[in-house]
């Protein structure tokens, strides 16, 4: 069983602690983290379980394994820190890295780190905390098979593992990554919309949730093209069709491929 040293521990790193203990796979226990934020820190570590650490190089002590979880902007900054045992980026010889900043992947992390590092860029999502995330792993690292394939069992215990090359996990990440926004946005607006016609605001959004993992389930498990979904939820003349022709005067699909481009960085 390895154990998880998290660098940062924000909406991110919290979702994925939290699914990774959910998943039976690790617990509080085998979990670390170092944030700069010590108040937000220990208040995290009280109700995930993980052990908070007041300095980053005690934290890389301990672990082998270190999932840097802070903004892409901060990165350089946090391997060129100075500590009291060392710069950082020489206290993660011989580590594994786990890389989930967007845009960080191995070619960026290659000439900024120790050749012994061994690193794997994920881009993953918030539904990790309750196992239904998805994963994007980048199909080049530097991983050992045996640490690839803990990495493997530990994800797809917490979602789903979808493998890519670098050049396309930002538009990839733009659906799976970005799109928890997306979705969000489009069920609070379905809620509203019922909460108007008189339906109690609980009901609303357990209506609308609910809708959404269904169809995304039923997708997955029968493979049905989502046009066939569609057709199949609209009768001749019927109410449905209405809708859907409102959804398409309204522009909703250029919407949605609009903020996917735009969520790409393309
Ligand atoms: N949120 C998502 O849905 C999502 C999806 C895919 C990938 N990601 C990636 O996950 C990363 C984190 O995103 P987030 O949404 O979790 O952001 P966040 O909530 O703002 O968390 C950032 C974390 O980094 C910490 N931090 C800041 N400066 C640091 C330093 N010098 N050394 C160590 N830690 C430091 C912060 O600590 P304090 O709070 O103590 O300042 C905080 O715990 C980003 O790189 C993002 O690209 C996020």
Redesign the pocket.
């Known amino acids: 069983m390895k154990k998880i040293g998290f ?7 919290k979702a994925m602690a939290l699914g990774f203990i959910r998943s039976g796979k690790m617990s509080g226990d085998d979990m670390g983290a ?4 010590q108040e ?2 220990m208040k995290n570590a009280a109700e995930v379980g993980f052990k908070s650490y007041a300095d ?1 190089e005690s934290l890389i002590d301990d672990y082998d394994v270190i999932l840097m ?4 902007y ?1 990165i350089e ?2 391997l060129a820190q100075q500590t009291s045992k060392g710069v950082v980026r020489d206290l993660l010889a011989g580590k594994v890295l786990l890389s ?3 845009t960080w992947d191995l070619a960026k992390y290659a000439p900024l780190v120790d050749p012994s590092t061994r690193v794997q860029y994920i ?4 539904p990790a905390q309750v196992c239904e995330g998805v994963f994007i792993v980048e199909k080049d690292n530097t991983l050992t098979a045996e640490e690839a394939q803990w990495l493997e069992d530990l994800l797809s215990a917490c979602g789903t593992v979808v493998t890519m090359p670098a050049h396309l996990i930002g538009a990839g ?1 733009a659906v799976s ?1 970005c799109g ?1 926004a997306f979705a969000a946005m489009m069920l609070e607006a379905m809620a509203d919309a019922a909460v108007k016609l008189g339906v109690q605001r609980a009901d609303s959004y357990k209506l609308a949730a609910q809708m959404v993992v269904g169809t995304g389930k039923l997708m997955l498990e029968t493979g049905q093209h989502p046009g066939v979904m569609k057709d199949a939820v609209c009768s001749p003349g019927g109410t449905t069709i209405r809708g859907v022709v409102a959804l398409e005067r309204a522009g909703m699909r250029a919407a949605f491929m609009d903020a996917v481009e735009a969520a790409s960085g393309k």
């Open positions: 660098i940062g521990m924000g909406n991110m790193a170092f944030a700069p934020n937000k820190l980053i979880a802070c903004k892409p901060q900054n946090v989930v900043a967007i881009l993953p999502n918030t990440s990554g928890p």
